[in-house]
C-alpha cells in the first residue's frame, strides 16, 4: 500500500427512499439494511482498508452524524472526518476534502465513493479499483467507474461512452464521456440498455489531488477559491469555523453537474462487479436473497403464510411478526413507525411527501 | 339499593380469538379495546355498581390475574375476589362464588355475568337487569338472558323460547327454555334467525341463591358438595387452600351444560340493550364506529390511504402506522406482536394454533 493513495467518502446523504427504516436522524449508510452485521459506512470502510491504508480513509458528512461516524468507525482519524454545516450536494463536499488533504499530501490519489452502496463483487471492486487508482496518479484525467448495465433500470443515471477512443489499463476498458444522462423512463431505458454505448454512473470517481483541484478551479471557482483561501486553517483548531463560514454562503451543486459534465478530461472505465445504490426498497428486493415464495424477509421471530414476492423488514428481532395474505406487499417495522404498502418504487416517495406536509414531519 | 342483591362477575376467560392484543397474561377483560378509557371488567363492575352496593360485586377469576384485578377495580374488597387455581370452565367457578356467598346471605339474589361484553344501551340493560333481579329474589326459576337477534350470527349460542309460556314481568317477557343450540353454521344461523323462536345466549344469569344452590346439588352434586363441605373456612385465612383442593380434583363443566341444559326450572327473558360478546374481531368490527371507508382505527398517530373495510388497531399512540393499499384486513400492533391478515372470523383461530404447535407459545 502506497501512502498516498486516499478513499474519500461521501456520507452525507439522507436514504429518503429507503423510509422508514432510513430516518432524517439515521440515515441509510449507517444501516445494516441487509442483516450483514455492519452498516453500509463500516462496509465501506472495511472495503477500502483493503487498497488504502485506514489512516488515509476521509469520511465527509454532516454534524449530526458525527457521533453515529465515531461509534460505528473508530478507527477512522478524528481529523479524518471532515462535518459539514449544512447540506451543499457533493461539490462543495468534494472540494472541501480535496483542499485539505492537499495540503498534507499534494501527490495524493484519491477515489471518491458514496458510503452507502452495495458491492457484489468486492475482489473484483478491488481489483478494479486500485488499477483505476494507480493508473491516475500519473493521469490528468477525472476517471468515473461506470457499471456495465445488466438491466433497463430507470432508477441510475447513465454516461455515455465514447468507444472510438478505448484505452485499455490493466485489462480495463476506459472511455471519454460523451453524454451523462440522467434516470430515463423505461422506454428510453431500454433503448441506453440495448446501444452498448450506457454504462451506470456510480457516483463513485478516481483522480489525483492536483487535477480535480485544477479542474474545481477552472469551472467552480468560486468554492475553489474558498476552500484554498482557508488553507492555513486545515488541521487546526480554527478548521471548523472557518468551514461553516464556507458553507453559509456556499453554492449547493453536484460534481457531476459542476464539473463532471463540463471538463474535457473526464473518463469513464467501464466496471463489473456487481453494484447497486440500493437506493430504493425495490433495488434491495432485485439484489437480495428471496424464500421459495420470493419473499425478503429480515426479521427476527416470524409466521409469514400465504405471502409472495414480498419484503418483510423488523429491526425488533424479539417482536412476532404475523403476516397473511399479503402479495407484492413491503411492511417495514421500526421502534417507531409500521409501514404496509404495495410494493412499487413510487409509493414511499409519494409517503414522504405525505408526512412532509401533514405535521408528520417528525417521522422523517 | 337492597343490600341482598349481588353481582358475581366471570373473569377468567382468555379471549385467544382477540390475539394478539388479548394475551394469556393480559386477557381481553383487562384491556380497552374500545379506547373508552375503561376495560370491559373496570366497564362492568362501573355498570353493575349502579344496580347493586359495590360491596356486593364479586369477581371470580384466575390467581394469575389476582393484581390486575386489584390495579383495576380497587373499590372491589379483598374477600370479594375469588381466585381458582385453575380453570374449571363456568359451574365450578358459580358453585365457589354460590356457597361463599350462601353463608353471608341465604337470601341474595344475584345475576351473573361474564367481563368482557359489550352493552350498548345501559340504561335498557340496568332496567332490565334489574326488573329480573328483583322477579327472581321470589322465584324459584333460573332465569338467563337471551338476546332479541338482530342478524343471523354464527358465532353466537342460541336458545330457543317456548312463545306458549310467556310471562310478563315489568314490561319484559320471559319463556320456558325449549333447547340450547351451540354455534350454528350461516345456513342454520339464517333458519333460527328467521323463526323468531330463537334469541342469543348471553351468558347472564339471574337467580336467587337458594335456587341455584338446590339445582347444583340435584344436577351437580360432586361440585355443589365439595364447595358446601369448605362453608366453615369462607372468609378465613384458610379459604384459599381449601379452594384450591377442591379445583384440584374438579371436574371441568360449563354452567350451560352442567345445568341450565337439564334444569326444569330454566326461563329465559327477551332482551334488547344492544349486546355482543365481543369475542372476535369480527364482532368488534361490526359493532364499532368506522370511518368513511369503512375502517375501524383505534391508534395513535396513522396515515391510512386506500384502505377500506379494515381494522386497525395500535397500542403504541406514538408510533406511526402508515397503511396503504389494503382491503378487509386487520392490522394490529402490539409490543411483542404484529398481525398483518386478511380479516376474516377463521384467521386468528388458524394462527393461535399454528403459534402454539411453532414454538411460539411465548406469544399467545
Same mark, same amino acid.
Given at each position: 500500500m502506497a501512502?498516498?493513495?486516499?478513499?474519500?467518502?461521501?456520507?452525507?446523504? +439522507?436514504?429518503?427512499? %429507503?423510509?422508514?427504516?432510513? =430516518?432524517?436522524?439515521?440515515?441509510?449508510?449507517?444501516?445494516?439494511?441487509?442483516?450483514?452485521?455492519?452498516?453500509?459506512? *463500516?462496509?465501506?470502510?472495511? =472495503?477500502?482498508?483493503? #487498497?488504502?491504508?485506514?489512516?488515509?480513509?476521509? #469520511?465527509?458528512?454532516?454534524? *449530526?452524524?458525527?457521533?453515529? &461516524?465515531?461509534?460505528?468507525?473508530? *478507527? &477512522?482519524?478524528?481529523?479524518?472526518?471532515?462535518?459539514?454545516?449544512?447540506? =451543499?450536494?457533493?461539490?462543495?463536499?468534494?472540494? !472541501?476534502?480535496?483542499?485539505?488533504? !492537499?495540503?498534507?499530501?499534494?501527490?495524493?490519489?484519491?477515489?471518491?465513493?458514496?458510503?452507502?452502496?452495495?458491492?457484489?463483487?468486492?475482489? +473484483?471492486?478491488?481489483?478494479?479499483?486500485?488499477?483505476?487508482?494507480?493508473?491516475?496518479?500519473?493521469?490528468?484525467?477525472?476517471f468515473t467507474l461506470g457499471i456495465k448495465p445488466t438491466r433497463p433500470e430507470t432508477q441510475y443515471g447513465y454516461i455515455q461512452a465514447n468507444k472510438a477512443t478505448a484505452e485499455i489499463v490493466g485489462g480495463h476498458a476506459s472511455y471519454q464521456v460523451k453524454? %451523462?444522462? @440522467?434516470?430515463?423512463?423505461? @422506454?428510453?431505458?431500454?433503448?441506453?440498455?440495448?446501444?452498448? @454505448?450506457?454504462?451506470?454512473?456510480?457516483? #463513485?470517481f478516481v483522480w489525483n489531488l492536483r487535477t480535480i483541484k485544477a479542474e474545481l478551479e477552472a469551472y467552480l471557482p468560486d468554492i475553489a477559491a474558498s476552500f484554498a483561501d482557508i488553507a492555513e486553517y486545515y488541521y487546526t483548531e480554527k478548521e471548523q469555523q472557518k468551514v461553516d463560514e464556507i458553507y453559509e454562503g456556499c453554492a449547493s451543486v453536484s460534481i457531476d453537474y459542476g464539473v463532471m459534465e463540463k471538463t474535457l478530461r473526464c473518463r469513464v472505465f467501464e466496471a463489473s462487479f456487481g453494484w447497486s445504490d440500493l437506493g430504493t426498497w425495490e433495488s434491495l428486493y432485485a439484489l437480495g436473497k428471496k424464500d421459495s415464495s420470493g419473499n425478503l424477509v429480515n426479521a427476527g421471530k416470524k409466521m409469514l403464510s400465504d405471502v409472495k414476492n414480498s419484503i418483510v423488514v423488523s429491526s425488533a428481532p424479539d417482536k412476532l411478526m404475523v403476516i397473511k395474505g399479503l402479495e407484492n406487499f413491503i411492511v417495514i417495522n421500526t421502534p417507531d413507525v409500521l409501514l404496509v404498502c404495495p410494493r412499487d418504487e413510487k409509493q414511499i416517495k409519494a409517503i414522504t411527501a405525505d408526512l412532509a406536509i401533514g405535521n408528520l414531519g417528525e417521522f422523517l
Open positions: 501512502s498516498n493513495k486516499y478513499c474519500i467518502i461521501m456520507a452525507g446523504g +439522507v436514504g429518503s427512499r %429507503f423510509w422508514p427504516v432510513s =430516518r432524517n436522524a439515521h440515515p441509510k449508510q449507517f444501516l445494516d439494511i441487509l442483516g450483514s452485521g455492519r452498516s453500509f459506512l *463500516q462496509a465501506t470502510v472495511d =472495503r477500502f482498508s483493503k #487498497i488504502v491504508p485506514t489512516e488515509n480513509i476521509l #469520511i465527509v458528512s454532516s454534524k *449530526q452524524y458525527e457521533k453515529l &461516524i465515531i461509534e460505528q468507525v473508530p *478507527q &477512522i482519524p478524528k481529523e479524518n472526518i471532515l462535518l459539514e454545516s449544512l447540506k =451543499r450536494n457533493t461539490a462543495p463536499c468534494i472540494a !472541501y476534502a480535496t483542499y485539505k488533504l !492537499y495540503k498534507k499530501d499534494k501527490d495524493a490519489a484519491v477515489v471518491v465513493t458514496p458510503a452507502d452502496h452495495l458491492i457484489l463483487n468486492e475482489d +473484483v471492486f478491488l481489483e478494479t479499483t486500485e488499477t483505476v487508482l494507480n493508473h491516475a496518479c500519473n493521469s490528468d484525467c477525472l453524454t %451523462f444522462t @440522467e434516470k430515463p423512463d423505461l @422506454e428510453m431505458a431500454k433503448v441506453l440498455y440495448s446501444s452498448g @454505448e450506457f454504462l451506470w454512473n456510480s457516483g #463513485i
